[in-house]
């Protein structure tokens, strides 16, 4: 289900830096998250081992599967926020 967080996270995303001309730093934004997308269905080919490919569990910490997928979006906001605020102070647009 992280998997599906992070996809339709990367989808959002591009959507709202498509729709709003490329404001805000969305593309930026959008390029860590299609990042974690991919790393994310990389780990779960290669971890395949037959069965469901989409997991509602998970044997770690965080037992469920939409809330490991929120956990894995945090830090890629907040690395975007500081870029934006750092770029904004720097004077860029």
């Known amino acids: 289900m992280w998997l599906i967080t992070a996809l339709l996270a990367a989808v959002g995303a591009t959507a709202v830096w498509l729709a709003t ?22 780990d779960h080919i290669l971890g395949y081992e037959g069965g469901e490919f989409i997991h509602m569990t998970t044997g ?9 997928g929120i956990a894995m979006l945090i830090p890629i906001f907040i690395i975007w926020e500081a870029y934006a605020v750092f770029s904004l102070k720097r004077g860029g647009k």
């Open 21 to 42: 001309g490329g404001k805000h730093k969305l593309g930026f934004l959008s390029l860590m998250l299609w990042g974690a997308s991919a790393m994310i269905m990389t």
């Open 60 to 68: 770690g910490m965080i037992t469920n599967g939409t809330v490991l």
